[in-house]
């Protein structure tokens, strides 16, 4: 099987045993010792694992933190009444979940790597972004070019918030968060507002 077709599969895919013990392992040791010094050797040693275990699975300790990331992430919640309940939705899911001990910080981490490896920044574009981009234009009708720009600011913002502060975004700045970027995109001011509003 090809990477390409790796990819096609949705966010949340079934783990098996190891994958699972493994993924803990890994949010474990990027939460206890930061991003950096969770080496695969530390992550195989906490997941009770030969270090080949690791790497016949995964080549590289970016692969790993992306596929870990997906399967921490789940699949996008597209629930509400309009495109605006929709987007805020998506906006708290991400804020949330970047919110949970060690995956802000793995996702900062192997975002930071990608930007000066080009072959981890194709894994994560493909592995990581692809799945959630064609999820929401699909549920939104929008060209790809605008949906890219709506993961580009709302990840973009939290990943920002947790480099310059180590802590993630609180639930009163994803509001203000919500009430910035969802009537840009979601096509209807007034509900959008209500909807962050009504939340709080």
């Not at 270090?51 to 016949?56: E, F, L």
Request: aromatic share 6%; net charge neutral; charged share 20%.
């Amino acid at each position: 099987m090809t990477r390409a077709t790796a990819s096609a599969r949705p966010p949340g895919r079934p783990r098996s045993g190891v994958n699972a013990v493994v993924f803990a392992a890994t949010l474990s040791a990027v939460h206890e010792l930061g991003y950096a010094r969770a080496t695969v050797d530390r992550i195989a040693a906490a997941a009770g694992v030969a270090k080949t275990t690791i790497y016949r699975r995964w080549p590289s300790k970016g692969e790993l933190v992306v596929d870990c990331l997906l399967d921490a992430f789940g699949p996008v919640p597209l629930e509400g009444a309009g495109r605006a309940e929709l987007m805020s939705s998506a906006v708290r899911w991400i804020a949330a979940k970047i919110s949970e001990p060690g995956v802000g910080d793995a996702f900062a981490g192997v975002f930071s790597d990608a930007v000066s490896d080009p072959a981890l920044r194709k894994v994560l574009s493909a592995r990581l972004q692809e799945p959630y981009r064609v999820a929401l234009r699909e549920a939104l009708g929008e060209p790809d070019g605008r949906v890219l720009f709506f993961i580009d600011v709302v990840v973009g913002t939290l990943l920002h918030r947790m480099g310059m502060t180590g802590e993630p975004m609180v639930e009163a700045d994803v509001a203000e968060l919500v009430e910035m970027v969802v009537p840009h995109f979601g096509g209807d001011a007034g509900t959008a507002e209500g909807v962050s509003r009504g939340s709080r």
